[in-house]
């Protein structure tokens, strides 16, 4: 019902910027909360940014608030993660997610059905 593909992911100096993408398809209703997630090996998938696309309402990592910063475009039906100011501990595969509803609970997983394949961001210092 759903099909997420992520892209955008790649190699950057500490300091640089990097924009993720996640191009979307399917029913809206069961998109209508999008998100991204991050993850290194050995240790669990963490919630980086949320919205609610039908309120335009956004909810942030506080290791991530101020430097990254996540919007959608109706029109092409696609997700952006916009990250600034990265730094090495932001090195992770990135995943696209989506739900119908996740309440105050953003970054827990479980609120989210859908997942794209990943994409990888590897910050050096």
């Known amino acids: 019902q759903v099909q997420l593909v992520e892209s955008g992911g790649g190699s950057v100096q500490a300091g640089g910027s990097l924009t993720l993408s996640c191009a979307a398809s399917?029913?809206?209703?069961?998109?209508?909360?999008m998100g991204w997630f991050r993850q290194v090996p050995g240790k669990e998938r963490e919630g980086v940014a949320a919205?609610?696309?039908?309120?335009?309402?956004?909810n942030y990592a506080d290791s991530v608030k101020g430097r990254f910063f996540i919007s959608q475009d109706n029109a092409k039906n696609t997700l952006y993660l916009r990250m600034n100011s990265l730094k090495p501990e932001d090195t992770a595969m990135y995943y696209c997610a989506a739900g119908p509803w996740f309440g105050g609970f953003w970054s827990n997983k479980s609120r989210y059905y859908y997942w794209g394949q990943g994409t990888q961001v590897t910050v050096s210092s």
């Open positions: 399917g029913n809206t209703y069961m998109r209508n909360c």
């Open positions: 919205i609610y696309t039908c309120g335009g309402s956004t």
